[in-house]
């Protein structure tokens, strides 16, 4: 991870010098080059990213074309049996409208294309690396030519079939098996006939809800009776959902008990993080080098990560440091505290749930500064960052906000925006909180309040997930 953190620290400055993540963004349709990294919010054409369809027929009526182009990029990590993060379901509808697309076909149809074209138009190979991307379609959509135009490799088919819509699409489905796709059986209810499936199938998609554990566990070896899939529980609400699926021996995670509070009574912060926060506070009041570097000498593994980061090829420093005072010269306060930032969230007891909170503050992070940056200006968008990473600390420490506060000194802005979700911060925080969920009428709401259409927020949520990864590999 340490090989990694210059991205962190230099963040625009490095994208605009390097194009580290350029190739993300939209391509322009008559030379096929990537736009620029850099986020601006007035040079990307309305509906580029989404879909080129103008109007399209449901239920006799026309559909809107501006609102239906008008739809935001939502993320779900996927968790492996330990917690780590293994892949992210992209979705550009609410639950709901996904549960209603076996009454509307034509509409489900539409958003299945506007997902496909917003994946091949961001180009997510990079995102791809050793995750896995899950999609869910509905079955009319296997057909989709626009399949023809992804990787394959690495993206996860998530498709709602019975019985007999299984048997229409197995042949297609066999070819896409062949190209490299990954096919789950989403929503799954075993029934007999639904046995020839599974032995298509890689993953099998349970939505916990909709189980008791005494069913739940009936279902599981219905599954595995004849076939191998790998179990995927989506929709885990809380402990004791996760606790019942850990002990069915489900393969994958998938829900907010990952990344809300999971009701832990409050503990003290422990020795390591209040060490960490010492030096924050040191940090923020630009306390002189000397007085930083005794703070590094009271713990030597604090040191020796320093050290271990700023000597890696990955610092870019590219000059043998010769002591702590030296490297703190070198970083500076603002890359220094950034690295500290990070630092918080992997001292200490660090147990796998931990690890997926922090993957998803980095990104929610990364994606609050890009949203905000340009709004904002120097130097109130320094801040965007913090804010972004803070708001997981309560999650991460079960501690309440106020209390994980008292011992960092931050300045008003942020300490408002993180607990009364008020001031300059506040819209771009909730945007990049809203887009790790699928209510596409409150992502829109808060990008209209924040100046951004849904191709900026698509382009910045991928390029803010791509970063994220490479930070942590």
């Given at each position: 991870?340490?090989?990694?953190?210059?991205?962190?620290?230099?963040?625009?400055?490095?994208?605009?010098?390097?194009?580290?993540?350029?190739?993300?963004?939209?391509?322009?349709?008559?030379?096929?080059?990537?736009?620029?990294?850099?986020?601006?919010?007035?040079?990307?054409?309305?509906?580029?990213?989404?879909?080129?369809?103008?109007?399209?027929?449901?239920?006799?009526?026309?559909?809107?074309?501006?609102?239906?182009?008008?739809?935001?990029?939502?993320?779900?990590?996927?968790?492996?049996?330990?917690?780590?993060?293994?892949?992210?379901?992209?979705?550009?509808?609410?639950?709901?409208?996904?549960?209603?697309?076996?009454?509307?076909?034509?509409?489900?149809?539409?958003?299945?294309?506007?997902?496909?074209?917003?994946?091949?138009?961001?180009?997510?190979?990079?995102?791809?690396?050793?995750?896995?991307?899950?999609?869910?379609?509905?079955?009319?959509?296997?057909?989709?030519?626009?399949?023809?135009?992804?990787?394959?490799?690495?993206?996860?088919?998530?498709?709602?079939?019975?019985?007999?819509?299984?048997?229409?699409?197995?042949?297609?489905?066999?070819?896409?098996?062949?190209?490299?796709?990954?096919?789950?059986?989403?929503?799954?209810?075993?029934?007999?006939?639904?046995?020839?499936?599974?032995?298509?199938?890689?993953?099998?998609?349970?939505?916990i809800p909709r189980f008791d554990a005494i069913e739940l566990g009936k279902q599981v070896v219905a599954v595995l009776k004849g076939a191998s899939p790998e179990l995927m529980a989506i929709e885990v609400e809380t402990e004791e959902d996760f606790e019942a699926c850990r002990k069915l021996a489900f393969h994958f995670y998938q829900g907010h008990y990952?990344?809300?509070?999971?009701?832990?009574?409050?503990?003290?912060?422990?020795?390591?993080?209040?060490?960490?926060?010492?030096?924050?506070?040191?940090?923020?009041?630009?306390?002189?080098?000397?007085?930083?570097?005794?703070?590094?000498?009271?713990?030597?593994?604090?040191?020796?990560?320093?050290?271990?980061?700023?000597?890696?090829?990955?610092?870019?420093?590219?000059?043998?440091?010769?002591s702590i005072a030296h490297a703190l010269f070198i970083l500076g306060y603002e890359q220094l505290y950034r690295w500290l930032t990070l630092l918080l969230f992997t001292s200490g007891k660090m147990d796998e749930r931990s690890k997926a909170i922090m993957k998803n503050a980095l990104v929610r992070a990364r994606l609050t500064e890009m949203l905000g940056s340009k709004k904002l200006g120097h130097p109130l968008s320094e801040g965007l960052f913090i804010v972004g990473v803070f708001s997981l600390l309560d999650v991460l420490l079960h501690m309440p906000m106020e209390k994980i506060l008292d011992h960092l000194h931050l300045p008003e802005p942020i300490v408002t925006a993180l607990l009364s979700r008020q001031g300059p911060y506040t819209p771009y925080l909730e945007l990049a909180i809203a887009c790790e969920d699928f209510d596409q009428e409150k992502i829109r709401q808060l990008a209209e309040k924040c100046g951004l259409d849904a191709d900026t927020v698509n382009v910045a949520h991928v390029q803010a997930l791509v970063w994220a990864e490479e930070v942590d590999r």
């Open positions: 991870m340490f090989t990694r953190l210059k991205q962190l620290f230099t963040g625009r400055r490095e994208e605009e010098k390097e194009g580290a993540i350029g190739d993300l963004s939209p391509r322009d349709a008559q030379d096929n080059r990537p736009r620029a990294p850099v986020i601006d919010t007035g040079a990307i054409p309305a509906g580029n990213v989404v879909t080129s369809i103008l109007e399209v027929p449901t239920i006799g009526e026309k559909t809107d074309a501006i609102k239906l182009r008008q739809r935001f990029i939502g993320r779900q990590p996927i968790l492996g049996r330990t917690q780590q993060v293994v892949g992210y379901e992209l979705v550009l509808r609410h639950v709901s409208e996904r549960a209603s697309r076996r009454q509307d076909d034509s509409l489900g149809l539409l958003y299945d294309e506007m997902l496909l074209q917003c994946i091949a138009d961001l180009n997510i190979e990079r995102l791809l690396g050793d995750r896995q991307v899950f999609i869910a379609l509905s079955a009319a959509s296997l057909d989709s030519p626009l399949l023809d135009r992804l990787p394959g490799k690495g993206i996860v088919l998530a498709v709602d079939l019975d019985a007999e819509s299984g048997e229409e699409h197995r042949h297609r489905l066999a070819t896409l098996i062949d190209r490299g796709y990954r096919l789950a059986l989403d929503d799954f209810v075993f029934f007999p006939e639904m046995a020839p499936l599974l032995h298509l199938a890689h993953f099998v998609r349970f939505r990952f990344t809300r509070p999971d009701g832990t009574p409050a503990q003290r912060v422990d020795s390591d993080r209040v060490l960490v926060m010492d030096l924050l506070n040191k940090v923020m009041a630009r306390a002189e080098i000397s007085e930083l570097e005794e703070g590094f000498k009271h713990d030597a593994m604090l040191s020796y990560k320093l050290l271990r980061y700023i000597n890696s090829a990955g610092s870019g420093v590219g000059q043998e440091i010769r």
